[in-house]
């Protein structure tokens, strides 16, 4: 199983980060290894999803249902045949100052034997990317809006972790 824990504080508001990560069509034009995001079924608070990532070579479609609670948390799951286990936490705290604490979860386990070390090996990286791919995507539309908060890479302090199969990654 490959794992990811980060945590952060970001100078940004939870309720921009939370509205780009809920913006699941967008992820393709900013996320590495996405390379299609398509919201299938719509609910008031939840969406499901078919997506597609390039493994190396192989591309690979599977669902996702998505259940979201403005501006704190985004719960992303699958029951698609192809994992044991998929399940990507976020959550979003107000700090002061327009600021916000981010929690990033990702647990992921493919059923495939063949598939396994290839999403550990490209999954683990994109998800120690994530975060960092969010809050850029955040500044980058707030200063097309001309509404930017003063963030530098300084303003963040951050915790990170992940693993496969219980083995410790940096």
Not at 27 to 56: C, D, H, N, S, W
Not at 106 to 132: G, K, W, Y
Request: charged share 25%.
């Amino acid at each position: 199983m490959a794992t990811h824990r980060e945590s952060r504080a970001i100078a940004l508001p939870p309720e921009w980060l939370f509205d780009i990560v809920a913006d699941v069509e967008r992820y393709p034009e900013f996320l590495p290894l996405m390379r299609a995001a398509r919201i299938v079924r719509r609910y008031p608070k939840a969406y499901e999803t078919e997506q597609t990532l390039a493994l190396g070579l192989l591309l690979h479609r599977f669902r996702t249902r998505t259940e979201l609670d403005r501006p704190s948390s985004i719960a992303i799951v699958s029951d698609d045949r192809s994992f044991c286990r998929f399940d990507v936490r976020w959550a979003f705290a107000p700090l002061a100052d327009d600021h916000c604490h981010v929690d990033f979860a990702l647990d992921c386990a493919t059923r495939s034997l063949f598939l396994r070390p290839v999403v550990e090996m490209l999954i683990l990286p994109m998800a120690a990317s994530m975060v960092t791919a969010f809050e850029a995507r955040a500044h980058a539309l707030a200063a097309k809006a001309g509404s930017a908060p003063a963030a530098t890479a300084g303003n963040t302090s951050q915790q990170a972790s992940g693993s496969v199969d219980g083995r410790s990654i940096p």
